[in-house]
């Protein structure tokens, strides 16, 4: 069956410029959350969606930053005046409700240069 | 402030062998664990979830345990395989009223044909 899957696979973009990343999830889960990974870390949680609400953002780093999911479905995390700092892996997981076990997809490898 | 170790960083045994993988976290004060597998290029798989008020879950050649009161968490894995190679990752969530994971930095294991 589908996973979940995240577009672009990879994006390098230029300081300053806004990026849009996408997650679809498993179809009928209602948990989505995103991640960012940095090179030899660990993910790093940026925000929670439960439906079409995002039921904890505390995550995001700063206001460049902003996720939606608009129809609790397929959500886009949006990166304002990126910087080269921001360069991460950025992880969607999706899960069944409140269910514990996150189904990942494979992340978007995003360069800023 | 919660904060998740993984030691060793990496790792590389002969197959056959028996390993065991170290988490530690600064707040013993947690709702549960999950131990994760990260293929390169790839999302997390979950493994293993232990709750608050267990102390360990098997899984097939997995075990995981977990001391709440000494902050540690151990995943042992028997008889290990090539196909076991990956990056373990340890993650807790802090309460039931989030969801959010904090993880560790992961341990690189590399097992040897």
Wanted: contains cysteine; proline residues 5%; glycine residues 10%.
């Amino acid at each position: 069956g589908a996973g979940v899957s995240q577009t672009p696979s990879n994006k390098v973009t230029e300081k300053g410029k806004y990026v849009e990343l996408r997650c679809d999830p498993i179809s009928g889960h209602t948990a989505l959350y995103w991640y960012r990974q940095s090179l030899g870390q660990g993910p790093e949680f940026l925000i929670y969606f439960q439906g079409t609400g995002a039921a904890d953002d505390s995550g995001l780093p700063n206001d460049r930053f902003f996720a939606v999911r608009p129809e609790g479905s397929v959500s886009t995390l949006k990166i304002q005046r990126t910087e080269r700092g921001d360069s991460a892996v950025y992880l969607c997981a999706s899960s069944q409700d409140r269910a514990e076990t996150q189904y990942f997809g494979p992340g978007t490898r995003l360069l800023v240069l | 402030k919660q904060e998740v170790t993984q030691i060793p960083a990496a790792l590389s045994v002969p197959e056959g062998e028996n390993l065991v993988l170290n988490c530690s976290f600064t707040d013993s004060a947690i709702y549960n664990l999950q131990w994760f597998r990260q293929d390169p290029g790839k999302g997390l798989t979950s493994l293993l979830l232990i709750q608050s008020s267990q102390r360990e879950q098997t899984s097939g050649r997995l075990n995981a345990s977990l001391d709440k009161s000494s902050g540690r968490s151990t995943l042992y894995i028997a008889a290990s395989q090539p196909g076991d190679s990956a990056t373990y990752l340890c993650a807790v969530r802090i309460s039931p009223g989030t969801y959010k994971y904090i993880f560790g930095t992961g341990t690189r294991l590399k097992v040897l044909a």
